[in-house]
């Protein structure tokens, strides 16, 4: 008992002090550094504190965390997230107005906020913080948290290459299961949340669920911010999955199988999948469907993810056995030569 109270009076006096001192509101801030919000930016201020807590807040306990926050702005999250507990927050800005606000906030909290000038769209977030922090995939998940509230612009692409990033284990997820709480426009929200057989269900479903348990945490009405955008905003948590829902197929492929398949999202979603084969190459679109024993006369937003799963597999598969159909891509290909292997004799086919 002496030893475990020991052990608590260390880790007391280690630990740095959470409580910032008293400091300008946000909104000072702004009015302070003048900092009008750049609609090239897709930049919104969120000035209420009790709403930039709970964002905090949807991503678990930050007690000791290291935390990459995206897009600080003039530091609202950024106060949250340290009120929270965390031990270092590395906050990436592309929009260098912002660092006189934030060096605020960085000599009010010693040690604890490093400033970094980039684009989050190319940034390594695998350089922000001590590799030492990472642990065992099969493990529970990192103290390490990406949190950020989204500009409009990049959240799509965004989201997308941090997948990739998860099913290759790179960048953020060099530390392991990295979790993440984000903000998108509301509609973004719903589809990356929907549901199977929901209408919602997008390509963002599937890419999003077959590596991520996703919840949809809460909805922030669009007047809270400043400038006010015109839709409301939602947080999403991404929790990684230690096994996929899709697995032994590259994340490129089954992103091209989900993107073909809901280019054409209100027809049957033999419709869509047909774009990933040549016109001459009909019997292949035939062997997918048939190999999948998925029906092609469902709409892509009513398939399961074990008819995703099956429906990546045996397209893989196609491309194993005949490599130039990871060449083809009917958007590329309109106006372009391309040698199309002519159809197997019906002895020859691939049963």
């Known amino acids: 008992m002496a030893k475990q109270a020991a052990t608590a009076v260390i880790k007391s006096a280690t630990r740095p002090p959470m409580r910032l001192p008293p400091l300008p509101t946000i909104r000072d801030i702004v009015k302070l550094y003048r900092l009008n919000a750049a609609k090239q930016l897709s930049q919104n201020f969120l000035f209420d504190t009790n709403l930039t807590d709970k964002i905090v807040k949807s991503?678990?306990?930050?007690?000791?965390?290291?935390?990459?926050?995206?897009?600080?702005?003039?530091?609202?999250?950024?106060?949250?997230?340290?009120?929270?507990?965390?031990?270092?927050?590395?906050?990436?800005?592309?929009?260098?107005?912002?660092?006189?606000?934030?060096?605020?906030?960085?000599?009010?909290?010693?040690?604890?906020?490093?400033?970094?000038?980039?684009?989050?769209?190319?940034?390594?977030?695998?350089?922000?913080?001590?590799?030492?922090?990472?642990?065992?995939?099969?493990?529970?998940?990192?103290?390490?948290?990406?949190?950020?509230?989204?500009?409009?612009?990049v959240s799509t692409p965004l989201i997308i290459r941090w997948l990739e990033a998860l099913a290759l284990r790179t960048g953020p997820f060099v530390y392991g299961r990295t979790q993440l709480t984000l903000t998108f426009?509301?509609?973004?929200?719903?589809?990356?949340?929907?549901?199977?057989?929901?209408?919602?269900?997008?390509?963002?479903?599937?890419?999003?669920?077959?590596?991520?348990?996703?919840?949809?945490?809460?909805?922030?009405?669009?007047?809270?911010?400043?400038?006010?955008?015109?839709?409301?905003?939602?947080?999403?948590?991404?929790?990684?999955?230690?096994?996929?829902?899709?697995?032994?197929?590259?994340?490129?492929?089954?992103?091209?199988?989900v993107k073909h398949v809901f280019h054409l999202r209100g027809k049957y979603c033999r419709k869509g999948a047909a774009e990933l084969f040549p016109p001459e190459r009909q019997d292949l679109l035939e062997e997918l469907f048939a190999v999948s024993e998925v029906d092609p006369t469902v709409r892509p937003w009513q398939l399961t993810m074990s008819e995703w799963d099956r429906l990546a597999h045996a397209y893989w598969d196609i491309c194993q056995r005949e490599p130039w159909v990871s060449d083809y891509d009917f958007r590329t290909m309109k106006g372009e030569k391309f040698e199309v292997p002519p159809m197997p004799a019906v002895g020859e086919r691939h049963t």
């Open 59 to 153: 991503a678990g306990n930050l007690e000791g965390a290291y935390v990459c926050e995206v897009g600080p702005g003039p530091g609202g999250i950024t106060r949250s997230i340290l009120k929270a507990g965390a031990a270092k927050v590395v906050v990436v800005e592309l929009d260098k107005r912002f660092n006189a606000g934030l060096r605020l906030l960085s000599a009010a909290a010693p040690g604890r906020v490093e400033i970094v000038n980039a684009d989050i769209l190319t940034y390594n977030l695998a350089k922000a913080l001590p590799l030492d922090l990472a642990v065992p995939w099969e493990g529970d998940p990192p103290n390490v948290h990406i949190i950020g509230n989204l500009p409009f612009n």
């Open 185 to 257: 426009q509301k509609e973004v929200c719903e589809r990356i949340c929907a549901p199977p057989r929901s209408s919602q269900r997008s390509r963002l479903s599937i890419m999003s669920q077959y590596l991520c348990r996703v919840k949809h945490c809460f909805r922030i009405p669009g007047k809270c911010f400043v400038p006010k955008p015109d839709v409301d905003v939602g947080v999403v948590h991404f929790t990684p999955l230690v096994r996929p829902r899709i697995q032994g197929v590259p994340f490129k492929t089954v992103e091209k199988v």
